[in-house]
């Protein structure tokens, strides 16, 4: 079969081998211990599912508006303009099939041929990828553990320039857990309006907004306000309530780029799943009580993970303040026999019976990303197995 070029182009997944030997083993009975998840390990609370119920008792599996019902885009303008201090209205929200699915609907949208896309890594892989489907360039911008994972405003002032449209910032990232404080926005921003053009804006991904530990966590469009007008929210119900299988994402922006990109949904997906949407409204406008309870016990694994990673010998760790990963720096046990940070992977999951995602994946070569959406007793225990491998490979 000749498949595109264009499909061709898009990269399989690097972090894809561990997690699928994970399953195979665990489908042969093997006890393996995974902190590969990217998704909370509760379940949706029951309001929130209550609430789908009710719409398919009420005949919810009809076309919606493209774009979201009104009553859904009134929810995330709501929260939105509370959030950011922004006012924000129906028509600046576009609700799509998760917020992965709003950022290619976006970088669709604002990409043309050799467009540049400044991406700070380590990063969640899919940025790049999204920009390269869209024609764009990825121009990855290193930032550093030691220095926080901040993006130095020097650093991006030399890779910002006129054929810059976007900068995609994540906070608390994917996979570092790092949050931006407001003298890093602050620069982030006077770089972009010193030395982006007129169009080039901010897209700021704020799925993992809710879950903080440590700090606070900032919105760059409440530091610079003069750019409101440039500032791409992409959010979602996906990690904050437990709901990633619903898929459901929105992004708020100027209303013709909001129009574009439902134009765009309108000739492809049509509206996200109708029901998925009664229930993230449930989510945005029902208790948060339940939310805050997963929070305080992600809290509680961060803590344990952390403490457990610091004392393994040679392993370096930024501590994260946000999101549910750990992304030790793991370089000390690439050596010898282990030429990278896939085969360090590989060696944990056979000898130890732990998966782990390889950071090469998150372009963080020696890294390895651990999703603490797992319950403590696997943190524990995962961790001493880790312990008990890495003092073998040593
Ligand atoms: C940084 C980041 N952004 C966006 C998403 C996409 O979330 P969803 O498409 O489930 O809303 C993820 C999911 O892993 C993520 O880690």
């Keep these: 079969m000749r498949i595109s070029s264009r499909a061709r182009a898009i990269a399989p997944s690097l972090t894809l081998e561990v997690s699928q030997r994970a399953a195979q083993l665990k489908s042969q009975g093997v006890d393996v211990i995974s902190f590969g998840a990217g998704e909370p390990d509760f379940d949706t609370p029951e309001h929130i599912k209550e609430a789908a119920r009710q719409a398919l008792a009420r005949g919810a599996g009809k076309y919606t508006h493209v774009a979201g019902t009104v009553?859904?885009?009134?929810?995330c303008a709501a929260?939105?303009?509370r959030v950011h201090g922004l006012e924000i209205s129906v028509e600046n929200v576009i609700v799509s099939a998760g917020a992965k699915h709003s950022l290619f609907n976006l970088m669709q949208s604002i990409l043309d041929e050799g467009d540049e896309v400044v991406v700070p890594s380590p990063c969640w892989v899919s940025y790049p990828e999204l920009v390269q489907m869209a024609g764009g360039k990825p121009v990855i911008l290193p930032t550093r553990a030691d220095e926080g994972y901040r993006v130095d405003e020097q650093a991006l002032a030399r890779v910002v320039s006129q054929r810059t449209r976007a900068i995609v910032l994540c906070s608390p990232?994917?996979?570092?857990?790092?949050?931006?404080?407001a003298r890093t926005l602050e620069g982030i921003a006077r770089v972009v309006a010193d030395r982006g053009g007129p169009d080039t804006l901010i897209v700021t991904d704020d799925i993992y907004r809710s879950l903080v530990y440590v700090g606070e966590w900032v919105s760059i469009a409440r530091v610079a306000p003069s750019l409101a007008e440039r500032i791409i929210l992409v959010d979602g119900v996906s990690k904050t309530y437990a709901m990633t299988g619903w898929r459901i994402g929105y992004c708020a922006g100027p209303r013709d780029l909001i129009a574009a990109m439902a134009t765009l949904q309108g000739q492809s997906t049509t509206n996200p799943a109708a029901v998925s949407q009664a229930a993230a409204l449930a989510a945005l406008t029902g208790p948060r009580e339940p939310s805050e309870a997963m929070r305080v016990e992600f809290d509680r694994r961060r803590k344990a993970m952390v403490s457990r990673l610091r004392a393994i010998p040679g392993i370096a760790l930024y501590e994260p303040a946000g999101a549910f990963y750990a992304f030790p720096d793991l370089r000390a046990y690439v050596?010898?026999?282990?030429?990278?940070d896939l085969a360090l992977a590989r060696a944990v999951l056979?000898?130890?019976?732990?998966?782990?995602?390889?950071?090469s994946g998150f372009l963080a070569p020696g890294f390895a990303r651990l999703s603490y959406a797992t319950s403590m007793a696997n943190v524990e225990e995962g961790l001493s197995r880790l312990a008990r491998v890495l003092a073998e490979l040593a």
């Design 71 to 75: 009553e859904l885009r009134a929810a």
């Design 79 to 81: 929260e939105l303009s």
């Design 173 to 181: 990232g994917n996979p570092t857990g790092a949050i931006y404080d």
């Design 335 to 340: 050596q010898g026999a282990i030429a990278d």
């Design 350 to 359: 056979e000898r130890g019976r732990v998966a782990i995602v390889p950071g």
